[in-house]
């Protein structure tokens, strides 16, 4: 079958997002979900209203959400070809607290393969997309991945500390190899945001698979580099977290990659 049309999906997605997430923004309430994470209305209302427009539009793609029971997820990933993986609002942490730092973030499975991916920036109208083998895209900007003139040390790091092992925390406190360090609270958006060249150095400890799936294909379409601290491919379809180590660089890629000791590679 051909795939959905991008440009369309952006046009549905911008408008749900302003019609159901940032009418909510600094105005409503979150609770807590059982695995500890927060839930606003904004996440319920935003997951309902897409997966009901992809359904009516590609009734024969199956569809997964964060917002789902874990034994729904699972089989979803067991058993369909192609398959939606939708994060209704990446950041709802950011979003409860009214951090203007989140995002609608869609990708499409074939066959077990990224093919699609979109992260939707609703406060700056940002609109990340991707297909494989085609490009990707900031709006209608092609995004393409720098060489940088940056040295290690006087690079910006977009890390999340929370993550990580202890040691490996403790020796970025003490000795960081970067010049300075960020974190922007939203996964989908720093895989984004990498991707677009905004930051050197990247390290998350351990992502879920809606946090990045969207942004590994982003970012290999725009030409960067990233693995997980094994030196593995950082996508695989299943359920187990993934750490993430990224730089648009491969220069900084790889002295990125020898100060935290990971084997070589240059693969999503």
Known sequence: MSLPDLAVIVDAIRTIAHEEIMPRFEKIGFSIKEDGSLLTEADIVTNQRIQSYLKQHWPEI???????????????????????????????????????????????????????AMTYDPVRDEAFTAQKGQGAWLNDKPLKCQPSV?????TIALVD?????????????????????????????????????????????????????????????????????????VFRLGMAKRSVVISSDQRLFNEWREFLKIPATDTV
């Open 161 to 233: 500390f929370k993550r990580l092992p202890s040691e490996l925390r403790q020796l970025l406190v003490d000795q960081p190899p970067f010049g300075s360090q960020r974190n922007l609270g939203t996964a989908a958006l720093e895989w984004a945001w990498m991707a677009a060249g905004r930051g050197h150095l990247y390290l998350h400890g351990g992502m879920k698979l809606w946090d990045l799936a969207a942004g590994t294909l982003l970012l290999s379409e725009a030409g960067g580099y990233a693995c997980t601290l094994d030196g593995e491919s």
């Open 150 to 154: 940056f040295p290690l040390d006087k």
């Open 62 to 116: 199956d569809f997964l959400s964060e917002e789902m029971e874990p034994e729904e997820q699972e089989a979803l990933l067991r058993d369909a070809d192609l398959l939606w993986c939708l994060d209704p609002v990446d950041g709802t942490s950011n979003f409860a607290a009214g951090v203007p730092l989140f995002a609608v973030s869609l990708a499409l499975f074939s066959k077990g393969e990224v093919v699609l």
